[in-house]
């Protein structure tokens, strides 16, 4: 039988303790897990998308079955390019189910032979966002138990200076 793969796309921006548990997870559902990073020259981001990949790469240094690449375009294209079977979302609370559900929809709409698999995220991630991470870490709040330590010591050598 083919691999089976998944696509686990986002902005990453930094990758959170969250995120890094569904990539986890995914991995034991499917045979190969992509993790695509949006390229969106329109949306500030805190760090480059060279230093957002590098900080999932550093996150799993010994899993041949992922891989990280730049996702510019629509991902339901990224999706059949690839032969992906699903798309993998994480739900942290009902906030994020409308929005999601939406996407869903669309890229079920473009690429019919794509389902989007949603797993809820850690309960004890469910109140984390990376914007809400940077912002935190901004004003001098303690993150270290919310990201990867390579994340946490880049936010606050990237914010360092900024208050
Ligand atoms: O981590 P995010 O920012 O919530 O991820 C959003 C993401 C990357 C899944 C979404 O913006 C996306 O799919 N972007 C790629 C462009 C695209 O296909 N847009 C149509 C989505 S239905």
């Known amino acids: 039988m083919s691999e089976r793969i998944a696509l686990c796309p986002g902005s990453f921006d ?53 891989s990280v690449q730049s996702l510019e375009g629509l991902l339901a294209i990224e999706a059949s390019k690839l032969g ?13 189910f409308e929005y999601e559900l939406q996407m869903a929809h669309m890229n079920r709409h473009l690429t019919s032979q794509l389902e989007t698999v949603f797993l809820a995220t850690e309960a004890s991630g469910s109140y984390v966002s990376s914007s809400l991470v ?18 946490a010591k880049a936010l606050t050598a990237r914010l360092s200076g900024d208050h």
Not at 19 to 24: E, P
Not at 84 to 96: K, M, N, P
Not at 135 to 151: K, M, N, T, Y
Request: aromatic letters at 4%; charged letters at 25%.
């Open 84 to 96: 992906a079977v699903a798309l993998v979302r994480g739900l942290r609370a009902s906030r994020d």
């Open 14 to 66: 930094p990758v959170t303790n969250g995120h890094v548990g569904i990539i986890r997870r995914s991995l034991r559902l499917f045979d190969r897990v992509v993790v695509a990073v949006t390229v969106n020259p329109s949306k500030k981001s805190l760090f480059t998308l060279e230093e957002r990949m590098q900080f999932i790469k550093e996150s799993f240094p010994n899993e041949p079955r992922l």
């Open 134 to 151: 940077c912002e935190v870490a901004r004003l001098g709040g303690d993150i270290s138990a919310l990201v990867p330590a390579h994340v």
